[in-house]
């Protein structure tokens, strides 16, 4: 079962997945599942910052920082968006 996501939680990409730059686009494969992603703006930044493991908080501070978003909203959605990544199985949240 995945963990539940927090600010406090430390995510990190999956070596499950494949991703490359196309355009203003990121391209994932999920290799268990070959399911295709496509990220583009927010979401593209948010998966290029997971080059390294970082808390969610640093995540959402960069994107309140670079994007014309309120601090709650961003929490939501980024933890949502997180949440669907690691449903999918592309990133992972570290214990």
């Not at 399911?35 to 995540?59: M, T």
């Not at 994007?67 to 959605?77: E, L, M």
């Amino acid at each position: 079962m995945p963990k539940m996501l927090e600010l406090s939680t430390v995510v990190k990409r999956s070596t499950q997945q494949v991703a490359c730059n196309l355009n203003d686009e990121v391209a994932l494969l999920q290799l268990d599942s070959a399911l295709y992603f496509g990220l583009r703006g927010v979401g593209a930044q948010i998966w290029s910052s997971l080059e390294q493991p970082r808390s969610i908080a640093d995540i959402c501070n960069d994107v309140v920082r670079d994007f014309d978003v309120a601090p709650a909203d961003c929490r939501a959605d980024v933890i949502k968006f997180l949440a669907s990544l690691q449903e999918a199985g592309l990133i992972e949240a570290e214990e």
